[in-house]
Structure formats: structure tokens, C-alpha cells
């Protein structure tokens, strides 16, 4: 399992670039996307370069909050292009270690892998550009398809392709229900960010120096 860097090194650097100490750090406890190395990278090596008083302590956890407080300000695309850089739940090819172990891949029925493929595709439908996402804290892939039936109003008897379900209940892109649901897969990510420094024995409050 990759190792983060150590903090002091994110702090003292401005590399903007994917092999840049932050941007290693970023995609290890938020996952990759296109738009945390375009965006979200270079926004926060601009506001730790500033050395605002917005960061008290330079910390893991104060970097988190950074980021999860940048992302919630973003236009809706790019908050659609960075939460869909995300695992989908239950998929077993593809992810990082941290996604795998978080997810418990190896002890997951097939059943329910097949059920999370429907309820991910209705979710999706649902809310376009955005994709399922949750802050899974030991719980079993069950546990979060009944999480899933119960957000969307799904009984274990609904089926894909509903004609009376594709008539309704889809939440464009910047609309109410869509907004409110993007931040709090954002929050969401911030909760998994912090868990995986638990698992990478990472002290999240541990202040980093530059010498």
C-alpha cells in the first residue's frame, strides 16, 4: 500500500505536477480524478503558498478540510467530474487498495454485487453526472445497498427499467435536490479522507515543519 508523504514535504512545496508531494497525497486519501490534479492541486498549493491565517496548524486533517472546503465551491461540472473519480460501491476490478479494504471486496455475495450494479445505474440516472458515493465507516456492502434502496424510495421488489420510475424523480445538474446531493458526497469524501489516515497510521493532527 502506498505511503503518504510526510506532511512537512506538502507544506514546504509548490510542485503543482501529478508527482508532486501533494497531489500524491491528494489522490491517495481522495482518489484520482482529472480534475483534483487540474484544480484542486493547484488551488491549495496557492493558498498554503499565501500562508493565510485559514490554516492554523499544518496538519493531514487541516489539509482535508482545505480541500473538502474548496470543493464545495466549485462549479457543479467540475464537482461532477472530481466525485466521479470515485469507486462506484461494489465494484471489485479497478480499485486502490484503500477502496478495496473499505469496501470488504472479498466477502460481498454475488447477489448483492448484482443488486449494487442496478441501484448505482438507477442512482445515476437519477442524478446525472454524480455517482453514489458514502462514507462506509466498517460497514458490509449490504448494509449500503439497503442504504441505497432507502435513499432512492426502493423496495427490494423494484427492477430496473420501471416505465413509471424513468418518468420521474431525475435531478439535473445544478438543481436543488442535485446540489444538495453532490455536497454531501462531498462531505462524505472528507469522512473517507480521514478514515484512511487512521489505516495508513497517519496522525491526522501531527503538525509537519519546514525547518
Known amino acids: 500500500m502506498t505511503a503518504l508523504p510526510p506532511v512537512s514535504e506538502i507544506y514546504a512545496s509548490t510542485d503543482i505536477s501529478r508527482d508532486g508531494p501533494l497531489a500524491r497525497a491528494l489522490a491517495l486519501l481522495f482518489e484520482q480524478s ?3 490534479f487540474e ?15 485559514s490554516i492554523p496548524h499544518r496538519t493531514y486533517n487541516a489539509l482535508i478540510d482545505i480541500a473538502i472546503k474548496e470543493l464545495k465551491g466549485w462549479p457543479h461540472v ?7 473519480g470515485h469507486p462506484r ?6 480499485l486502490s487498495a484503500l477502496s478495496a479494504s473499505e469496501q470488504a471486496a472479498h466477502a460481498t455475495p454475488t ?3 448484482a443488486r449494487l450494479l442496478v441501484l448505482n445505474n438507477e442512482y445515476e440516472r437519477r442524478y446525472p453526472g454524480l455517482r453514489y458515493i458514502t462514507f462506509v465507516n466498517g460497514r458490509s456492502r ?3 445497498m439497503l442504504e441505497m434502496e432507502e435513499k432512492m424510495g426502493i423496495g427490494d421488489g ?16 445544478g438543481s436543488e435536490e442535485w446540489v444538495s446531493e453532490a455536497r454531501r458526497a462531498i462531505e462524505d469524501i472528507g469522512y473517507i479522507a480521514q478514515s484512511r489516515l487512521v489505516a495508513l497510521k497517519v496522525d491526522g493532527d501531527q503538525e509537519g515543519t519546514t525547518g
Open 34 to 36: 482529472d480534475a483534483l
Open 39 to 53: 484544480f484542486l492541486v493547484p488551488s491549495i498549493v496557492d493558498i498554503i503558498a499565501k500562508g493565510t491565517s
Open 78 to 84: 467540475q464537482q461532477a467530474n472530481f466525485l466521479g
Open 89 to 94: 460501491i461494489g465494484e471489485v476490478k479497478g
Open 111 to 113: 447477489e448483492v454485487l
Open 142 to 144: 449490504k448494509a449500503i
Open 158 to 173: 423494484w427492477v430496473e427499467g420501471d416505465k413509471e420510475e424513468k418518468e420521474k424523480e431525475v435531478y439535473q445538474l
